[in-house]
């Protein structure tokens, strides 16, 4: 079984830029597709960014296209979320999620490990 841990939250000023990391330890992290999303306060987790296995493909929620950058080094068990730009709508806890299957998804229910989640602040 995997287990994923976040690192490299904080607060941040608007226009600021904030670099996520997981780091994945026991499981097969070469093989899962993995993923990050967040849920603010008084509402759902949302999909935010993912990434294949060998990091050939990568998605992203509209809302953070253009600004949010998603990464995996499987050398090293990591994956990250370079965030710029970052606007007070980007305020919440992040989660990176593991998945087993190729194919993309943005369903929580389709991801079989979480992390403990990084809170992530935009405030002047």
């Known amino acids: 079984q995997v287990q994923l841990v976040e690192s490299g939250g904080g607060t941040v000023q608007p226009g600021g830029s904030l670099r996520l990391s997981c780091a994945a330890a026991g499981g097969r992290f070469n093989t899962y597709f993995m993923g990050w999303f967040r849920q603010a306060p008084g509402k759902e987790r949302e999909f935010v960014s993912a990434i294949t296995d060998n990091g050939g493909s990568k998605y992203y929620a509209d809302s953070v296209q253009g600004r949010f950058t998603i990464t995996r080094d499987n050398a090293k068990n990591m994956m990250y979320l370079h965030m710029n730009n970052l606007g007070p709508e980007d305020t919440a806890v992040y989660y990176c999620?593991?998945?087993?299957?190729?194919?993309?998804?943005?369903?929580?229910?389709?991801?079989?490990?979480w992390g403990q989640g990084t809170q992530v602040t935009v405030s002047t």
């Open positions: 999620a593991a998945r087993r299957y190729y194919s993309h998804s943005t369903n929580t229910a389709d991801y079989f490990a």
